[in-house]
């Protein structure tokens, strides 16, 4: 039993330095979170599923229990003062268990429960004029004819790293897709194929009061949907980077978003932007700000759910790159290759400490600095290169 | 009691993505080494003497124990990979029980038998044609005498942030001195007064196998003996930046040093530097190495001590300052001023979490990246001086 020797249960919120603050998820989003915090004086409390988790070092509390349950929220909102989220998962009708205690909820179940849902994220922002893809919801293969091919069918709910989407390109792929997602059973939509020449993203924080700190526009290269590198500064015109900072104010404005968001665009042949979608949390493209911003998402997003003052999101270095390690395998979740990686000057190293690695699973990633985006690149994944999770034993 | 509802114990060592670290203190230096540690997927143990500590919250296992009590050391040693510590006093007759048991301890009990006697330290430096100030054993007040005056008369042992020392002016001060420092039971040795025209230090990590990283020199403003402020790089003629860069690695194989240390340096009008101390652990004047450097003193020294490479000590930005944020006041360890301090763009504020406030208690620092050491400085000082602790209550 871990901690035993201390004998002593959480100190009162009233006795403490700083708020203290509940995160639903332990990951790594919540790791970075946590250690933000921490650093601001902050107390940590995490609800987890398991024990075993990557913010579990950095916690001054855990509770095991599902995020599902209402009385498992419930006791994670009485040991805090304000509560938030790792991941978009979480139903809102749970989530509202906490704000009818009283207690803070950022961001709240109202923008959860637009933002978890995609159809109703597309459709807020199609109200408030902000640029999405075409899309339609659908509730028959005919309907998904109906609205033209090729397309990409996706679920409404709990779809991320393109788990949950599915390409149609012509309709001999209709019934292969509909039955992947089970649309029998699950609600779909559709949305039409996107000929984007670029992917690009931004991080956004606003605040309980509605400051906004907007960080530089990034590129991003995925492979088999999964946020694979991220370079910043995007190399796009200037015109593109604040037609995308706009987009991102005027997008959480709708939704009414406090806290950090990873927002995602495709940026098409004529420059246009188009939303493909917001996460309401902390955002893998945006993990480079702990090293080449003033102030990191981790840390605004600590900020704006506590009501501080938002930090500066400017780069400290002319541009930053990042590079996620990914799982090659099953096995062990320790990496190989960390000395050679650790070797490679300039490189940021962070592991997550997950015990267990899996083919995909995000185990790590690594940040470099550098005087353009390609120098930074260069570095990041001279260090990556070096590192391997997946010890078959 | 914390963590109960886990309802499991440490993993074994085979178990863990990387080596669990031991770090014997749970202050703020703790804290931040801890932090670095959890970045690189490491686990860590506290010891420490009670509970409700810095580092608490980024620990995976506290031991509450003494570090006095080779017992304790021993339940220490048993848990982790490696051991090390976050001060000075530890009795290095106690550190040989680790090292007797197979276990690493960086710095070694040998490195801090010579530097935790100062007057071993300043011998061995001598020893190796360092320059230091010139000293001397004293075993009474006629010694002392005999040395010449005026003098700084110090306990060889358990000194820090002045506490520990003693100007003896004239001779009418010697019976006072000698008094206060009660040298009729600890033994103290004599220093000639160094007319100094400015106060540099530097911070060194040196790995298990010579590698060493050099970060620049620093320039410190330090009132009643505690260090305050601290801007990088020292405003400093080149030739005497290489000196220092030159001493600090020499001393550090002086000494056999593992780790990271810090260094302070006398620098005469004549350009001459002279050794004043060095401590075998991260240091205050390290502290803007978190946002400023490629590598922080922390990270660094849990590379050092795990038997990685060494991280770029190079600068980020042009410059950089550090403003230590100390007690006012004995009362509740909650900080006044937060949110003016955060809204200070640029400032980076750190606050360690101490329960409780005293007057100069280290309680926090901000640091601040700039174009010139003077803008960094105006930054930092203006967060600063928004936040208060000291409450009494």
């Not at 799982?327 to 990686?341: F, I, Q, T, V, Y």
Request: some cysteine; overall charge negative.
């Amino acid at each position: 039993m871990l901690r035993d020797e201390v004998g002593s249960g959480l100190r009162p919120l009233s006795d403490l330095p700083a708020p203290r603050l509940g995160i639903i998820g332990g990951g790594q989003l919540a790791k970075m979170t946590a250690s933000a915090a921490s650093e601001l004086g902050c107390e940590v409390v995490i609800l987890e599923r398991a024990a075993d988790f990557p913010a579990q070092s950095l916690d001054t509390h855990t509770i095991i229990g599902d995020w599902d349950r209402p009385e498992d929220l419930a006791r994670l909102a009485g040991l805090v003062d304000v509560v938030t989220l790792e991941n978009e998962f979480i139903p809102s009708e749970a989530l509202l268990t906490i704000e009818r205690l009283g207690k803070p909820l950022w961001p709240s179940a109202r923008t959860m429960s637009i933002v978890q849902d995609k159809l109703e994220q597309k459709r807020a922002f199609e109200a408030a004029g902000l640029p999405v893809v075409r899309f339609a919801a659908v509730d028959s293969i005919d309907s998904i004819r109906a609205f033209g091919l090729p397309a990409v069918l996706k679920r409404r709910r709990n779809g991320y790293d393109g788990k949950g989407n599915a390409s149609v390109g012509s309709a001999a792929d209709l019934v292969g897709a509909w039955a992947r997602l089970d649309g029998d059973h699950q609600s779909l939509y559709v949305e039409e194929f996107c000929p984007f020449v670029r992917e690009v993203a931004i991080i956004v924080t606003r605040s309980q009061r509605g400051e906004v700190a907007v960080y530089p526009l990034v590129e991003t290269v995925n492979h088999h949907h999964i946020c694979h590198e991220v370079t910043v500064p995007a190399a796009v015109a200037p015109s593109v980077a604040e037609a995308a900072a706009d987009l991102a104010r005027r997008a959480l404005e709708t939704i009414g978003g406090v806290g950090t968001f990873g927002m995602e665009f495709f940026l098409l042949a004529d420059n246009k932007l188009l939303i493909n979608e917001i996460a309401p949390r902390v955002h893998n493209t945006g993990h480079y700000t702990i090293e080449a911003s003033h102030c990191s998402q981790f840390e605004n997003h600590v900020r704006a759910v506590l009501g501080w003052p938002l930090g500066s999101p400017e780069l400290v270095a002319k541009a930053a790159a990042m590079v996620n390690l990914l799982g090659e395998a099953d096995g062990k979740g320790a990496p190989h290759g960390m000395k050679d990686a650790l070797a490679v000057p300039g490189a940021h190293v962070h592991v997550y400490g997950k015990t267990r690695s899996a083919k995909g699973r995000k185990m790590g990633h690594v940040t470099a600095l550098g005087s353009t985006p390609a120098e930074a690149l260069a570095t990041a994944r001279a260090a990556a290169r070096h590192i391997r999770f997946g010890d078959r034993t």
